[in-house]
């Protein structure tokens, strides 16, 4: 999922393409992605952009007369500046902002349509969709931390809560927590105020670090490879690849339809966290630690290499 540092991006180069300028149609491809009913797409051609701002995960574009158009990329949905004949035609094609300069397109590559456009009128129906959480980057210590500990989540969760946090998903999450030197399931109603304030600092950094990078790619380009899994990134996806700080090998957990990584060496003092579905299978057998996990491992290389016995 496209998250802070994409969707600064992306606004910035929106900013480029589309502000001033007035759309021709909008044409809405898939019934699942528009989830308003009044404005109608009609009701936004000949309009201006006078505005493209980020709203938590979300792209807003505010058009003359008060107009807003929402879109929310969830996990597969991204964005693209095509020459003004592009055709919109095609199965991830979800709608299309024809303006006459370009196609501002809407891309889904999945079967779950989960990306949405809201077509709203006037500014309170925009901050409705407004989950409500700070901004992390210009939060004050003390802002950031009554956020974190406002409900008692383990620290993985409270990051990516929008209504605590604005912004933040699984991937930079898992980033900003390895930076920390913290466990995902640390709770945040027990950090003390140095690690409170080491993680706030892990985050500035993180972010301001990812967003400078993906800047720097995009080269005056409109973005087009925006993506959670990047070789560069410390722990997230790079499960069994080894911690560029400890040369450890990077772990993984699965919950619900998310995953957190995290190098054990340097966030759980060498413990290994239960993955629910393993620890379920294995019982007394799952590994504490790092150390056990080699042992077991080593031991069943050396039943697998062992020369067979018997008889016959």
């Not at 399931?185 to 027990?190: A, G, I, M, N, V």
């Given at each position: 999922m496209p998250e802070l540092p994409d969707i600064t991006v992306y606004v910035e180069a929106l900013q480029e393409v589309v502000a001033r300028r007035t759309i021709r149609s909008l044409e809405v491809r898939s019934p699942f992605v528009l989830r308003t009913v009044s404005?109608?797409?009609?009701?936004?051609?000949?309009?201006?952009?006078?505005?493209v701002s980020r709203m938590g995960k979300r792209v807003v574009l505010a058009f003359d007369d008060d107009h807003f158009a929402v879109i929310h990329l969830m996990i597969a949905g991204r964005l693209h500046w095509r020459a003004p004949n592009a055709s919109a035609g095609g199965k991830m094609n979800l709608l299309a902002f024809r303006f006459g300069e370009g196609v501002l397109l809407l891309t889904e590559a999945s079967q779950r349509k989960r990306a949405s456009l809201?077509?709203?009128?006037?500014?309170?129906?925009?901050?409705?969709?407004?989950?409500?959480?700070?901004?992390?980057?210009?939060?004050?210590p003390a802002a950031f931390a009554e956020a974190m500990r406002r409900e008692r989540h383990t620290?993985?969760?409270?990051?990516?809560?929008?209504?605590?946090?604005?912004?933040?998903?699984?991937?930079?999450s898992d980033e900003i927590l390895h930076r920390a030197r913290l466990s995902p399931?640390?709770?945040?109603?027990?950090m003390d105020d140095a690690e409170m304030e080491r993680l706030r600092a892990a985050l500035v950094d993180v972010?301001?670090?990812?967003?400078?990078?993906?800047?720097?790619?995009?080269?005056?380009?409109?973005?087009?490879?925006?993506?959670?899994?990047?070789?560069?990134?410390?722990?997230?996806?790079r499960f069994g690849l080894p911690c560029p700080v400890c040369g450890a090998p990077v772990q993984r957990i699965a919950y619900a339809d998310n995953?957190?990584?995290?190098?054990?060496?340097?966030?759980?003092?060498?413990?290994?966290?239960?993955?629910?579905?393993?620890?379920?299978?294995?019982?007394?057998?799952?590994?504490?630690?790092?150390?056990?996990?080699?042992?077991?491992?080593?031991?069943?290389?050396?039943?697998?290499g062992s020369p067979a016995t018997g008889d016959g």
């Open positions: 404005p109608k797409p009609d009701d936004f051609a000949g309009r201006a952009v006078i505005d809201h077509l709203l009128h006037g500014a309170d129906e925009v901050a409705a969709l407004d989950p409500g959480g700070i901004e992390p980057l210009t939060a004050t620290v993985k969760r409270a990051l990516t809560d929008p209504r605590l946090l604005s912004g933040i998903g699984n991937a930079y399931f640390k709770l945040t109603t027990q972010i301001g670090e990812w967003t400078d990078r993906l800047r720097t790619e995009r080269n005056g380009r409109f973005p087009e490879k925006v993506t959670a899994f990047r070789p560069e990134m410390a722990v997230h996806g995953e957190a990584n995290y190098c054990a060496e340097c966030q759980t003092g060498g413990k290994l966290l239960a993955d629910r579905a393993l620890s379920r299978l294995l019982h007394e057998d799952w590994p504490r630690s790092l150390a056990e996990m080699e042992e077991m491992r080593a031991g069943h290389r050396a039943v697998l």
